[in-house]
């Protein structure tokens, strides 16, 4: 049975090594802040951290993350300063319609500030350019990443 770090925590997970790390997540633990979209890797709501680092977690095997940090939106939702910052600019400029894609968006703008205190406005559209939201709230993410990144100076 592999065994993964999740968020911190070694975790034994019931699962061919083959099986993408989404799945393991979802199905496996019952970890359901990671979203499934297109499993193609193009619409980036499975976003979460490999070594800080974001990958699609929908074409990523479990054997890809041995030995790594997964980090997954519940721990940036729950411990993470940066995400913090990132959550509360989402709540203030409203980002979020539907939702679905959220976190993706967040784990892709938590990695984002992590690496670049002071973005650019082409800065995140390169760092977000994989994670679509069918609700076109982008103009809204750029604000909420921005101020985050205020708060966070």
């Known amino acids: 049975m592999p065994t993964l770090n999740i ?3 070694d975790t034994a997970v019931d699962a061919d090594e083959s099986t993408p790390i989404l799945w393991a997540l979802r199905d496996t633990l019952g ?5 499934f979209g297109c499993g193609q890797a193009l619409c980036g709501a499975c976003t979460v951290h490999l070594n800080g680092a974001p990958v699609r977690s929908c074409i990523t ?3 890809a993350a041995a030995g790594q940090k997964i980090t997954t939106i519940e721990a940036i939702a729950a411990d993470d300063k940066v995400g913090k910052a990132v959550h509360a600019a989402w709540v203030k400029h409203d980002v979020a319609q539907c939702g679905y894609c959220q976190s993706g968006q967040i784990m892709s703008a938590t990695a984002l500030l992590k690496g670049k205190k002071k973005p650019t406005d082409a800065d995140i559209d390169a760092a977000m350019a994989g994670n679509v939201c069918r609700c076109g709230t982008y103009v809204r993410i750029r604000a ?3 101020d985050a990144a205020k708060t966070l100076a």
């Open 7 to 9: 968020n911190g925590k």
């Open 61 to 63: 095997p479990i054997s």
């Open 144 to 146: 909420a990443i921005h």
């Open 31 to 35: 970890m359901t802040g990671t979203k």
